[in-house]
């Protein structure tokens, strides 16, 4: 109970995060890719926040043993860039960047009543349904997806 209450804490204020700064928002996000139309570098604070907030929280974390509410730490152990990190990466961007949507704004868009979150969203299930069922990825990639579900 206190790993699922704390996960949903976390989520939530992840997705109060991202609606406030306007990651939820895609024009917002559009505007901030349109390196040549109407650019809005004002994502670029957020983005820096993230990196500056990750960093202090990796850092705190590694001092731990483990984690407040589990036995231990899961972090990746594939350290190799190979060609599905790049196809998924490009998938991801292009994804980005046509919708103005990934998944943490999406997920706290549909809170919003709009339809594109949702559409996204369903997209995004989709895509997950048929690489697990029909796209053959290795055991160790598997593995990873099973401890992200964890």
């Known amino acids: 109970m206190k790993i699922r209450s704390s996960a949903l804490f976390a989520g939530a204020l992840f997705g109060v995060g991202l609606s406030v700064s306007g990651m939820a928002n895609p024009d917002k996000v559009m505007n ?4 040549l139309g109407q650019w ?7 983005l ?4 500056v907030t990750t960093f202090i929280g990796y850092r705190l974390s590694w001092k731990r043993k483990a984690p407040l509410f589990e036995g231990q730490f899961y972090l990746p152990t594939k350290t190799m860039v190979d060609k599905q990190l790049l196809i998924g990466a490009a998938l991801f961007g292009a994804g980005w960047g046509m919708t103005g949507f990934c998944p943490g704004p999406a997920l706290a868009g549909l809170a919003f ?12 299930l989709l895509g997950y349904f048929i690489i697990e069922k029909f796209i053959n990825l290795p055991k ?3 593995a990873q997806v099973e401890l992200g579900d964890h």
Not at 113 to 124: A, D, K
């Open 140 to 142: 160790e990639a598997k």
């Open 32 to 35: 901030f890719l349109n390196l």
């Open 113 to 124: 009543g709009h339809y594109e979150p949702w559409l996204f969203t369903g997209s995004m």
């Open 48 to 51: 820096g926040g993230a990196v």
């Open 40 to 46: 809005d570098a004002s994502l670029v604070f957020v």
